[in-house]
């Protein structure tokens, strides 16, 4: 079992197939979305089924899906779906100085890989299906974070900025990080990714936000595929936003720990 931001994922074995149900949990309401996520990924891995071979890796294939009678701010899961189990291994951990050499090498591979996805041209059409605003989503994280309110001032200055980016929208998987792509570990290659439900059509560099140990080894890879489209200040933004979430991540974790010596 993997618990995710917005779902929970079982494998489950059976005779045939290994199937992936991913069920969409509480709570219900407005700062975690979960109707949207489930919506999206719905709705995104609908869409990537009939751009197969175009992909640059493996992508579930739904199987079933449905809603639950989830009452507003229940505990209780609200739907979930019932997909083709991915093959490879999922690395489930973020990139770090652990085997450096082989990790750095995954990062120009994640390059490479999320570039190609870029590159899929996606119809007017089946953009138009895809109702989530990727930029929107990376603001409610940063103002639904626990530490928001200690934190306004910041938030809301990196705010600004992410609004204030343009450029090429593109395909997005807009969660774009180590968690969510099974690699093969002796090569580094991308084999697969998961999580689709924060996708949607924007500017390239949203996918550029989890990768600050390694950024250089990761752009290169990207622009061995597509060079000269990236924005130098779009990318200094992501990373921007990507050290106010580590702020705000240590200072709730520093704030957890005093809350335990009292």
Do not use: W
């Not at 618990?3 to 197939?17: A, F, M, Q, R, T």
């Not at 895809?130 to 705010?159: G, T």
């Amino acid at each position: 079992m993997r618990e995710g931001i917005s779902g929970v994922v079982n494998i489950i074995e059976n005779d045939v197939k290994a199937i992936a149900v991913k069920e969409f949990k509480a709570p219900y309401d407005k700062n975690r979305a979960t109707y949207l996520d489930y919506e999206n990924e719905v709705t995104t891995l609908t869409i990537l089924s009939s751009y197969e071979n175009d992909l640059p890796f493996e992508v579930s294939t739904i199987l079933e899906h449905d809603l639950y009678n989830a009452r507003e701010h229940s505990s209780d899961p609200i739907g979930f779906i019932s997909m083709s189990a991915l093959h490879a291994p999922l690395t489930g951990r973020e990139l770090s100085a652990e085997a450096e050499c082989i990790y750095k090498n995954q990062a120009v591979e994640a390059g490479k890989a999320v570039a190609k996805l870029h590159n899929i041209e996606i119809s007017l059409k089946d953009a138009q299906k895809l109702k989530r605003n990727p930029v929107d989503v990376k603001v409610d994280f940063l103002k639904n974070h626990p530490m928001a309110d200690q934190n306004k001032e910041l938030i809301d200055d990196i705010v600004q900025k992410l609004r204030g980016m343009g450029g090429e929208k593109v395909f997005v998987h807009n969660d774009f990080h180590a968690s969510n792509l099974f690699v093969d570990s002796m090569k580094g290659k991308i084999e697969a990714a998961c999580d689709f439900c924060y996708a949607g059509m924007g500017i390239r560099e949203l996918d550029f936000s989890f990768y600050t140990n390694y950024r250089d080894e990761f752009v290169g890879g990207y622009e061995s595929i597509s060079p000269n489209v990236l924005n130098t200040h779009n990318l200094d933004v992501m990373k921007a936003m990507e050290l106010v979430f580590m702020k705000l991540n240590t200072d709730l974790e520093l704030k957890d720990a005093l809350d335990k010596l009292e």
